[in-house]
C-alpha cells in the first residue's frame, strides 16, 4: 500500500484547512486509517483515527470539536478537515494505515504504511 498525503500550507489562526491521503495497492475498506503529527523539536503524536470495521473515529483531546476524520472508500481516500487551527496545531502531518488495526494499536503504533508528510504552518 502506498499513501500519498496532500492539502498541507500556511493558514492563519482560525482558518481551516483539509488534508487528503489517498491510498494504492490495497482494498482501504479493509484497514484502519489514522494522522500523525510532528512539530520541530517533539515527538510524533496521535491526532485522529477512523478504524475498521465500523469506521469508529477518535481524536487526540487537543483537537476534539476542531478536527474531524472522515474516508470515502471508494476513492481509497482519508480525509483530516481541520478547522479553528492554532499556533501549536503548526506540524508536519502523517497519513498511516495498517490492516484491520484496532484503535488502540494504531494510536499506540501507528499503521504499517505512511504518507510522505504534508506541512502545517498556522500563523498566529
Known amino acids: 500500500v502506498q499513501l500519498q498525503a496532500s492539502g498541507g500550507g500556511l493558514v492563519q489562526a482560525g482558518g481551516s484547512l483539509r488534508l487528503s491521503c489517498a491510498a494504492s495497492?490495497?482494498?482501504?475498506?479493509?484497514?484502519?486509517t489514522g494522522w500523525f503529527r510532528q512539530a520541530p523539536g517533539k515527538e510524533r503524536e496521535f491526532v485522529a483515527a477512523?478504524?475498521?470495521?465500523?469506521?469508529?473515529?477518535y481524536y487526540t483531546d487537543s483537537v476534539k470539536g476542531r478536527f474531524t476524520i472522515s474516508r470515502d472508500n471508494a476513492k481509497n481516500t482519508v480525509y483530516l478537515q481541520m478547522n479553528s487551527l492554532k499556533p501549536e496545531d503548526t506540524a508536519v502531518y502523517y497519513c498511516?494505515?495498517?490492516?484491520?488495526?484496532?484503535?488502540?494499536?494504531?494510536?499506540?503504533?501507528?499503521?504499517?504504511?505512511w504518507g510522505q508528510g504534508t506541512q502545517v504552518t498556522v500563523s498566529s
Open positions: 495497492g490495497g482494498t482501504f475498506s479493509s484497514y484502519s
Open positions: 498511516t494505515a495498517a490492516r484491520q488495526r484496532s484503535y488502540s494499536g494504531l494510536r499506540l503504533k501507528g499503521g504499517d504504511y
Open positions: 477512523i478504524t475498521w470495521p465500523r469506521g469508529s473515529t
